[in-house]
């Protein structure tokens, strides 16, 4: 295709999966997972998988992208055309726009807590609070399905003003401020909890394992948060490596991704720790480990209410970074494919993404029982969705390796991907057996679940 969009800078491609991977996956899920599962065996395999699994097919997903240079479903049916290979790989495209728009639903909910909780910390609501007080407050938060809309709707509406704008005005302007001040403000977080907290307590916890501490749950768990937390098989990475530079080398982008979006999440799980360990709190306490253990931690320290909502501010930023990378792929195919306008393409998407949310909102309260849900999957709305995105992730990751591993010619690849040769035999040998081993496995794993 020739008058394709580019990002305007070779490393704009770099900016931009970053923002995608950095998001609630590093700074609320790998924290609570990993105090969860016990600290450092949970680390040890998250950290292989990235390695292993994670990094090729990240690479695959990217040159996917550049070498379609469309939107991931539009781009799968080209591919599959030039390579003259089934339609059926047409697939990939179609899981990733469904995941990126079922994820979009909950992770925007979620996302709202945050706006909360920046707005909560910033008027010194919790300041000297007691630990009852914070817990009733969260309990408080997720009755409310008013306020809750009001927060996702918020949210939500600020992502999609930004994809709107377009790939330069809106996301490459909007990235080049949020970015920066998300690292400085995480440096800033991590020298408070050095100070005000416990980071050899911290450090121990994270970096000491026993691997024989791992459930098997555990070990799945860290599977599936490593496919997560690099954005993969949702059609955001190909949709961002669409308008990557010919010129920016693939897999050079690809490592540096992985690498800063594990050094996020390990910052973060430092100074969160910390904090945590430094008040003398309990670290297994789930998706409250955001919400309500940090909040106790921060009350009880000196400019507590100020740093939290700094923190908070990081949280937001981080989420919206990520949020606009789910709305690009199908707001791209939306415009390739029926002629819209990106605003028409964006707000098609977001409304409907929006109002599945709503499920997800209702899933704390006046739903949260004794549903059409919880009678045929035995599980709340937004527990299904959660989970049909955990099938769809894995599922979507494991066509994309077996595509690139089996269905591409090595020629074609090794023009695609340049560089070293042994290396690249690395590569092509990770993606065509070890990621779809290990990812059929975790995904055969997960959909025994379904049934509740
Ligand atoms: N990688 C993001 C995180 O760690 O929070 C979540 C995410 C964003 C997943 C975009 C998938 C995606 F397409
Ligand atoms: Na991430």
Request: proline share 3%; hydrophobic share 55%.
């Amino acid at each position: 295709m020739s008058g394709h969009n580019v990002w305007t800078h070779k490393g704009t491609f770099l900016l931009a999966a970053v923002g995608s991977a950095v998001g609630l996956g590093n700074l609320w899920r790998f924290p609570y997972l990993t105090g969860e599962n016990g600290g450092g065996a949970f680390i040890l395999v998250y950290a292989l998988t990235i390695f292993a699994v994670g990094i090729p097919i990240l690479i695959a997903e990217i040159m996917l992208g550049r070498s379609s240079r469309q939107s991931p479903i539009m781009g799968m049916r080209h591919l599959t055309k030039t390579h003259q290979t089934s339609r059926a790989w047409e697939t990939i495209g179609w899981l990733g726009a469904a995941s990126a728009f079922l994820i979009l639903s909950f992770y925007s909910v979620v996302a709202g807590w945050s706006l909360h909780y920046t707005w909560q910390m910033l008027t010194g609501s919790l300041a000297g609070a007691d630990a009852d007080t914070i817990n009733a407050g969260f309990n408080q938060l997720l009755a409310s399905p008013g306020l809750m809309t009001l927060y996702h709707t918020l949210f939500i509406a600020l992502s999609a003003f930004i994809v709107g704008m377009g790939i330069h005005r809106g996301i490459e302007a909007g990235l080049r401020i949020i970015m920066p001040a998300l690292f400085v403000i995480l440096l800033v977080v991590l020298g408070y909890s050095v100070v005000n907290g416990d980071i050899g307590a911290a450090a121990s916890f994270l970096f000491t394992f026993n691997i024989a501490d791992l459930s098997l749950e555990g070990w799945l768990q860290a599977m599936g948060q490593s496919f997560f937390t690099l954005s993969l098989g949702m059609g955001a990475i190909m949709a961002y490596g669409a308008y990557m530079s010919s010129n920016a080398s693939l897999t050079r982008t690809a490592l540096s991704v992985a690498f800063v979006d594990t050094a996020v999440a390990l910052v973060a799980g430092l100074a969160i720790f910390s904090l945590v360990f430094g008040a003398g709190l309990e670290t297994g306490q789930g998706p409250g480990l955001m919400f309500v253990t940090l909040p106790m931690a921060f009350a009880e320290m000196p400019f507590g209410a100020l740093v939290g909502g700094v923190f908070f501010i990081l949280v937001l930023g981080a989420a919206l970074s990520s949020s606009i990378s789910l709305i690009e792929p199908v707001a791209a195919f939306l415009v390739e494919r029926f002629d819209l306008t990106r605003p028409q393409a964006v707000t098609i998407m977001v409304i409907a993404s929006w109002a599945l949310g709503l499920l997800t909102v209702v899933s704390f309260n006046v739903w949260a029982e004794g549903t059409i849900f919880h009678a045929l999957f035995g599980r709340n709305a937004f527990e299904f969705i959660e989970l049909l995105t955990n099938i769809f992730m894995p599922l979507g990751g494991l066509l994309i390796a077996l595509f690139a591993g089996w269905a591409l010619t090595q020629s074609e690849v090794a023009k695609e991907l340049g560089g070293d040769d042994t290396w690249f035999a690395v590569w092509r040998f990770l993606v065509r057996f070890i990621a779809p081993a290990a990812v059929a496995f975790v995904f055969l794993r997960t959909l025994p679940q379904v049934e509740g």
